[in-house]
């Protein structure tokens, strides 16, 4: 059974402060791997994909372990605009299109002013 | 350009009642997906599509869900009876597969009750 899991939270953070979390991921077959972001009664949307080498995007930096079978998501001088629920999506297959992808029910932050 | 487009964006029907819902996926995507997205499961693959033929339906809860995409721009989920533990939010998702994996982008959802 296919399953990743995040801490749901919510996490809240002061306005400027670096904020953290994590996901584990059960199918050590997983290929790749995603961070996606959703707003309050909104669609998901992506934010940015995780590398093996690891990558940044702005305030946003995604890590891989694949030998613990996580992934991390830092976010760096959040903003109140950060706020939202954070959803960990792994996929199985290589190559394959979107096929096989997992979400996790999301880590809910909350950025405080 | 549009994005994924999803009618309706909210439904209300009784117990028993038959829902279709329907998505219009970006044009040019050749993948489809619908998700179902609850407070306690979270988002769910219900079926995906590829080129219109149904790939995987595995996460279909039941004979009651069905699914068809009869072209390129158009589908359809529908439940025939509904039932009050159907309600959630529905997302159709689209993208361009071409090998490597690509951005799923989603619609904006239907918010189904079901009384």
């Known amino acids: 059974r296919k399953e990743v899991e995040q801490d749901p939270g919510p996490f809240n953070v002061p306005e400027g402060a670096t904020v953290a979390f994590n996901c584990t991921y059960s199918?050590?077959?997983?290929?790749?791997f995603f961070w996606y972001r959703q707003d309050c009664r909104k669609e998901p949307k992506l934010l940015m994909s995780?590398?093996?080498s690891g990558n940044e995007d702005g305030r946003f930096t995604a890590q891989l372990n694949r030998a613990s079978q996580y992934i991390s998501l830092l976010i760096r001088d959040s903003k109140l605009s950060d706020s939202a629920t954070y959803l960990c999506?792994?996929?199985?297959?290589?190559?394959?299109?979107?096929?096989?992808?997992?979400f996790g029910k999301g880590t809910h932050l909350i950025i405080q002013p | 350009d549009a994005g994924v487009i999803q009618s309706p964006r909210h439904e209300v029907t009784e117990m028993g009642q038959e829902v279709t819902l329907r998505c219009k996926p970006i044009?040019?995507?050749?993948?489809l997906f619908w998700y179902r997205q609850t407070m306690m499961r979270g988002l769910e693959l219900l079926i995906y599509?590829?080129?219109?033929?149904?790939?995987?339906d595995s996460g279909m809860p039941e004979d009651r869900f069905s699914a068809k995409m009869p072209n390129a721009s158009f589908s359809t989920l529908k439940i025939q009876p509904s039932e009050p533990r159907d309600s959630a939010v529905y997302f159709c998702?689209?993208?361009?597969?071409?090998?490597?994996?690509?951005?799923?982008?989603f619609g904006p959802g239907t918010r189904l009750t079901v009384l």
């Open positions: 998702a689209s993208s361009l597969r071409t090998g490597a994996y690509n951005e799923q982008f």
């Open positions: 044009s040019g995507h050749n993948s």
């Open positions: 999506v792994v996929n199985e297959y290589s190559g394959g299109g979107a096929d096989g992808l997992t």
């Open positions: 199918n050590s077959a997983s290929q790749s």
């Open positions: 995780v590398y093996s």
């Open positions: 599509f590829n080129n219109n033929v149904p790939i995987d």
